[in-house]
């Protein structure tokens, strides 16, 4: 059984960079049959898909954050990272890892193994 | 503004049958299966139909998709009040090259 943990810090300052990791029990981050992804929830709000990364290190990113955001992966260590520059109130949110499966040209594309979600404030 | 458009709120008494749309484009819908989240209050996102129309294991058969053209319906018969929750529709858009969500449908169990 999959299991996804977020971890990384609560508090970020305005300007800042966030970052945060998602480790992976239960299954190899190495699978070529996943992407991982990341998602956040502003309070009160809905999902926003942040984006994703293959095992090769091959990304794909939402283009109202591709210039501040880089998603990597650790195979040694089994996980994926999130990096987020220039930090506002903003992006207070709650962010989630999950798990992707994902066909030819992403004619399908779906979520099937979510973390249980790590809240991140950006205040001074 | 979302790329894919759902109402913000449905609602339902128990036993009844209530369907959420899932509006979308050429470039998003019309090119991709779509998918069916459901969020509890408090909670994570759960994957509840894949593939316009396919159910994950352990999700109950009242749940199901469909998509015709540029849009997908979720529906969910027998409704019961564990139902109350946000559902958000998803699918991957070619223009944008990039996953999409809806604006999430609040459902209400009276």
């Known amino acids: 059984q999959v299991q996804l943990q977020e971890s990384g810090p609560g508090l970020v300052k305005p300007s800042e960079t966030l970052s945060l990791t998602c480790t992976v029990s239960g299954g190899s981050i190495r699978s070529t049959i996943y992407y991982w992804g990341w998602i956040r929830q502003p309070p009160g709000k809905g999902l926003e898909w942040i984006g994703s990364?293959?095992?090769?290190?091959?990304?794909y990113y939402n283009p109202s954050l591709k210039s501040r955001v880089t998603i990597s992966v650790d195979t040694s260590k089994n996980h994926f990272s999130l990096k987020l520059s220039s930090v506002t109130a903003a992006d207070t949110a709650v962010y989630y890892c999950?798990?992707?499966?994902?066909?030819?040209?992403?004619?399908?594309?779906?979520?099937?193994?979510w973390g249980k979600g790590t809240t991140v404030t950006v205040s001074s | 503004q979302s790329v894919l458009t759902q109402p913000p709120s449905v609602s339902g008494t128990p036993g009844q049958r209530v369907t959420i749309s899932c509006s979308g484009s050429?470039?998003?819908?019309?090119?991709?299966?779509v998918n069916w989240y459901q969020q509890l209050p408090g909670t994570a996102p759960k994957l509840l139909i894949y593939?316009?129309?396919q159910r994950p294991s352990g999700v109950p058969d009242r749940f199901s998709g469909s998509k015709s053209g540029t849009s997908s319906s979720l529906a969910i018969s027998g409704l019961q009040s564990e139902d109350e929750a946000d559902y958000y529709c998803?699918?991957?858009?070619?223009?944008?090259?990039?996953?999409?969500f809806g604006g999430g449908t609040k459902l209400t169990v009276l």
């Open positions: 999950a798990r992707v499966n994902w066909g030819s040209q992403f004619y399908y594309y779906y979520m099937d193994v």
């Open positions: 050429s470039s998003n819908i019309g090119r991709n299966t």
């Open positions: 990364v293959y095992s090769s290190g091959s990304t």
């Open positions: 593939s316009s129309n």
């Open positions: 998803a699918t991957w858009d070619d223009s944008l090259d990039g996953q999409v």
